[in-house]
């Protein structure tokens, strides 16, 4: 697949995405991830590909810094909004795709929450990129949370679209409002990883205590352990 689909598909959601059930488990996300920071609220966190900025606003209600960057305007849109109509004044939202962070030691923290860049890409070079980019724009000592679809999740139950076992990849449909009241159709295509490969390419770029842990919508934990049942896995590192 060369076409890049999220682009154009979140650019027509954005009131639906955040009708979506796995947005509801943000604030227990966010508890771990002040927990993991030891609610220092002097960190400067990035959240790549912050979408409509649910974490990042979430964050910001509890006195962090926060820069969001995603690739969708309208996602964006909608986060700045939010923002303003809460007075939130730590928290900006930036244009930018993840591939291309620029960012240099700039944060004590780096989120890649659900999806919201890595794993999406049309190439896992790509989806390396991202991870680079992260590397770079952590100061030493810095922490990083990911989440990502599981591979084991994807070999061991159903999926809605067709698995490749080979790649890792599925390809699905998915719909989207047009503004005349029909539905537009996208072909899309993401990338599950293995709990190996992840830890492979986060100590490759040098992170040191990878850690995994089980991945339960709005109850991230360090009390539970991966397992298969897990859509997605949860990673912490440490630059």
């Known amino acids: 697949m060369t076409g890049r689909w999220y682009e154009?598909?979140?650019?027509?959601?954005?009131?639906?995405?955040?009708?979506e059930p796995f947005t509801r488990g943000t604030k227990g996300e966010v508890d771990f991830i002040e927990k993991e920071l030891e609610y220092d609220r002097s960190k400067r966190i990035l959240d790549v590909g912050c979408g409509t900025g649910r974490h990042s606003l979430e964050l910001a209600r509890r006195g962090y810094t926060v820069v969001g960057i995603d690739i969708s305007r309208n996602f964006l849109e909608r986060a700045r909004c939010q923002a303003k109509e809460e007075g939130l004044e730590k928290v900006t939202f930036l244009e930018r795709d993840a591939r291309d962070l620029g960012f240099d030691g700039e944060f004590d923290a780096v989120l890649s929450?659900?999806?919201?860049?890595?794993?999406?890409?049309?190439?896992?070079?790509?989806n390396y990129r991202i991870l680079e980019g992260i590397w770079e724009?952590?100061?030493?000592?810095?922490?990083?949370?990911?989440t990502t679809l599981s591979a084991v999740y994807a070999l061991t139950h159903q999926l809605g679209g067709e698995f490749n076992i080979v790649t890792f990849r599925e390809r699905f449909t998915m719909e989207a409002p047009e503004v005349n009241g029909t539905k537009k159709k996208f072909e899309c295509e993401q990338r599950y990883y293995s709990y190996t490969e992840i830890n492979w390419l986060l100590k490759g770029l040098?992170?040191?205590?990878?850690?995994?842990?089980?991945?339960?919508?709005?109850?991230?934990?360090?009390e539970r352990k991966p397992s298969k049942d897990d859509f997605e896995m949860l990673a912490v590192a440490e630059k």
């Open 8 to 19: 154009e598909y979140f650019e027509k959601t954005g009131e639906e995405y955040d009708k």
């Open 137 to 146: 724009a952590l100061r030493e000592g810095g922490k990083f949370i990911l």
């Open 113 to 126: 929450i659900c999806e919201g860049a890595f794993s999406l890409m049309e190439t896992d070079k790509m």
């Open 206 to 222: 040098g992170f040191r205590h990878v850690e995994f842990f089980g991945c339960k919508l709005g109850a991230f934990s360090r």
